[in-house]
């Protein structure tokens, strides 16, 4: 697998064990390299166009490139961002994206993602963003990154520009896994988000020794809807090879989750889910104030699975 990090990550590394833990490679990933789906989440088995991924019907994914500034050793597109040689969109990719979006008019979203779409130059970027916000049918743009905790420099005026002359909502999900994460150069990046008129969520995976105890997860999500980042997603960690020892009992996250209801700020609350395998969707788990044996779950297909 790739091993790259990006100088700014690398500088946060020496001082934060707990970010080292996140991109370092341990001898831990030997014991379930063969274990787990490359593809948890089936999106190879949706995908209409290359790089074009439409698994929801009014929303679709598209990737933009395969890199990342830093590459996170529990990450669910392992088989894209980590192994291989990385792969850029262009634009006739784009061009095909948009033919796709101008012939089914159903598909509302369109999620910008990768790899880390900051990744790519300035004008790719904002060929993306123009097209795709040309359609008609798309109401929301969103775009899923890491570059404001992994490479802020990434995320460039240029880019800000482009996000800002787009019409619609553009909503941007960062990933934020531990409190150290909200270094001053994050911050003015969330900010610079912020006032190019991007909606900001967070979205973060339990991880086990790096962020499963409540009082990091409480001052991260606090610190998160201080700077206007709202906490939207917490996962289950994806059973992708090479990443069980990051898996947390589920329990112990359930029981951290329902003590950070009780405490938090509603809004600095992030939604906890296991994203069903076979690619049904993002299940909501219900917390200690209903009971739950938490062995297994439906999906949104009314499939049964066990709790791994
Ligand atoms: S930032 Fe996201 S896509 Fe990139 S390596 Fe980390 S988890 Fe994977």
């Known amino acids: ?5 990006s100088e700014f990550i690398e ?3 020496v001082c934060e064990p707990a970010v080292r833990a996140q991109f370092e490679y341990s001898d831990l990933e030997a014991a379930s390299e063969t274990a787990g789906d490359p593809d948890p989440l089936c999106e190879q088995d949706y995908e209409v166009a290359p790089g074009l991924i439409n698994k929801y019907g009014n929303r679709v994914l598209c990737l933009l490139t395969t890199e990342c500034p830093a590459y996170c050793r529990f990450c669910t597109r392992r088989r894209l961002v980590g192994d291989g040689a990385p792969d850029f969109a262009g634009a006739d990719r784009v061009d095909a994206w ?7 008019p159903e598909v509302r979203e369109a999620i910008i993602s990768g790899g880390d779409p900051f990744v790519v130059e300035d004008a790719l970027f904002r060929y993306a963003l123009e097209q795709l916000s040309a359609v008609a049918s798309v109401k929301v743009l969103r775009i899923g990154t890491r570059a404001p905790v992994t490479d802020p420099m990434l995320v460039t005026d240029e880019k800000l520009d482009a996000i800002a002359k787009v019409e619609q909502p553009v909503y941007v999900g960062i990933h934020f896994e531990h ?7 994050t911050v003015r990046c969330v900010r610079n988000l912020r006032l190019a008129g991007a909606i900001l969520y967070s979205q973060t995976v339990f991880l086990r020794g790096i962020n499963d105890d409540y009082r990091t997860l409480y001052d991260l999500f ?6 206007g980042v709202r906490p939207y997603y917490i996962y ?14 589920p ?8 003590e950070l209801r009780r405490t938090l700020s509603g809004l600095a609350c ?5 994203d069903a395998p076979h690619g049904s969707g993002k299940i909501p788990v219900p917390l200690e104030f209903w009971e739950c044996d938490m062995s297994s779950y439906k999906d949104f297909d009314g499939k049964r699975h066990a709790n791994e």
């Open 1 to 5: 697998m790739i091993e790259k990090t």
């Open 11 to 13: 500088r946060l590394m």
């Open 98 to 104: 948009v033919e796709y979006l101008n012939s089914h």
């Open 179 to 185: 409190p150290s994460e909200l270094t001053p150069q």
């Open 222 to 227: 606090t610190g998160l809807l201080e700077i």
């Open 236 to 249: 289950r960690c994806d059973p992708v090879p090479g990443a069980a020892h990051f898996r947390v009992d």
């Open 251 to 258: 329990a112990k996250e359930r029981h951290i989750m329902t």
């Open 270 to 274: 992030p939604t906890y889910v296991i």
